[in-house]
């Protein structure tokens, strides 16, 4: 079992910066790949980036590549959501997963957080 909390959503405006976090309990964090997902009202749940168990290897959906960087600490138990150069269509609720195998692309959710909010105004 493992439980992940989100935090650091928030509004701001077009072009700004967010730093999403995600804390993970358990001992076995070092044994997941974890991800970001973001969901959009009246949309689909899109894949934002993805990372693997070590964290050298990480996945950028093309819509956030360039401008979002995913990173982890697993002496902290921490995955991290670095979002800049914010566009109105980033506006979603996030969400952290963890996946047990070991990939950053194509993650599925075996955990998950509760979601925080992500707002960007133009």
């Known amino acids: 079992q493992m439980r992940l909390v989100e935090s650091g959503g928030g509004l701001v405006q077009a072009g700004g910066s967010l730093r999403l976090s995600c804390a993970a309990n358990g001992r076995t964090f070092g044994s997941y790949s974890m991800g970001w997902f973001r969901r959009a009202p009246g949309k689909e749940r899109e894949f934002v980036a993805g990372?693997?168990?070590?964290?050298?290897?990480?996945y950028h959906a093309d819509s956030v590549k360039g401008r979002f960087t995913i990173s982890r600490d697993n002496a902290q138990n921490m995955v991290y959501l670095q979002m800049n150069s914010l566009k109105p269509e980033d506006t979603a609720v996030y969400y952290c997963?963890?996946?047990?195998?070991?990939?950053?692309?194509?993650?599925?959710?075996?955990?998950w957080g509760q979601g925080t909010q992500v707002t960007v105004s133009s």
């Open positions: 990372i693997n168990w070590s964290g050298s290897s990480t």
């Open positions: 997963a963890a996946d047990h195998r070991d990939r950053a692309a194509a993650l599925r959710g075996d955990y």
